[in-house]
T-cell receptor, first 113, second 115 residues
Framework: QQQVKQSPQSLIVQKGGISIINCAYE??????FPWYQQFPGKGPALLIA?????SEKKEGRFTISFNKSAKQFSLHIMDSQPGDSATYFC????????????FGKGTHLIIQP | DAGVIQSPRHEVTEMGQEVTLRCKPI?????LFWYRQTMMRGLELLIY????????DSGMPEDRFSAKMPNASFSTLKIQPSEPRDSAVYFC?????????????FGQGTRLTVV
């Protein structure tokens, strides 16, 4: 049973455009929702995270929108740049991250110059 | 700090051989996680430790897999005997359990190929 569903699998966006990646979760006990960015040959690195008592969190060009009633959250990348080309994973965890992360399958993002 | 250090970075072994992957956590981090990444299944949590004690190993796929954390500075993931379907990238991640909503830091991974 896939507890965190992520879409799309791949995404191509023009430079300067907005990249949007969506995730949905099933377990209402999840209370910590991070997004990780992974470049080829590297480990995932935290990009931004949110708790369910907040509907939106913004850090620079990256914004998480969270809809608790729908059990959905999304990542928006504004003014997308070629350097943003990577694989993005949404994740969810209980205990504020203490119990390990359940990851979505990932989105391969390509920003075209 | 040098971050989470994993070794080796690449491992090629023959089916049936024993494989040992190693992880050195960030100093002061008291939670350690082992993940496996494949194209088909994505990133999966295998096992995690708190203060060197295994807490949840429900993600370990078979009895061929075992993990230990003999002290706060070192953990191993062992596969014995290895099979071609074990080919994957294995990541170790660590975090400070005393701080809620803080990130887990990942190592660079070990790419395992079983032929």
């Amino acid at each position: 049973q896939q507890q965190v569903k992520q879409s799309p699998q791949s995404l191509i966006v023009q430079k300067g455009g907005i990249s949007i990646i969506n995730c949905a979760y099933e377990n209402t006990a999840f209370d910590y929702f991070p997004w990780y960015q992974q470049f080829p040959g590297k480990g995932p690195a935290l990009l931004i995270a949110i708790r369910p008592d907040v509907s939106e969190k913004k850090e620079g060009r990256f914004t998480i929108s969270f809809n608790k009633s729908a059990k959905q959250f999304s990542l928006h990348i504004m003014d997308s740049q070629p350097g943003d080309s990577a694989t993005y994973f949404c994740a969810a965890s209980k205990g504020g991250g203490a119990d390990g992360l359940t990851f979505g399958k990932g989105t391969h993002l390509i920003i075209q110059p | 700090d040098a971050g989470v250090i994993q070794s080796p970075r690449h491992e090629v072994t023959e089916m049936g051989q024993e494989v040992t992957l190693r992880c050195k956590p960030i100093s002061g981090h008291n939670s350690l996680f082992w993940y496996r990444q494949t194209m088909m299944r994505g990133l999966e949590l295998l096992i995690y430790f708190n203060n060197n004690v295994p807490i949840d190993d429900s993600g370990m796929p078979e009895d061929r897999f075992s993990a230990k954390m003999p002290n706060a500075s070192f953990s191993t993931l062992k596969i014995q005997p290895s099979e071609p379907r074990d080919s994957a990238v294995y990541f170790c991640a660590t975090r400070d359990r005393g701080r809620l909503n803080t990130e887990a830091f990942f190592g660079q991974g070990t790419r395992l190929t079983v032929v």
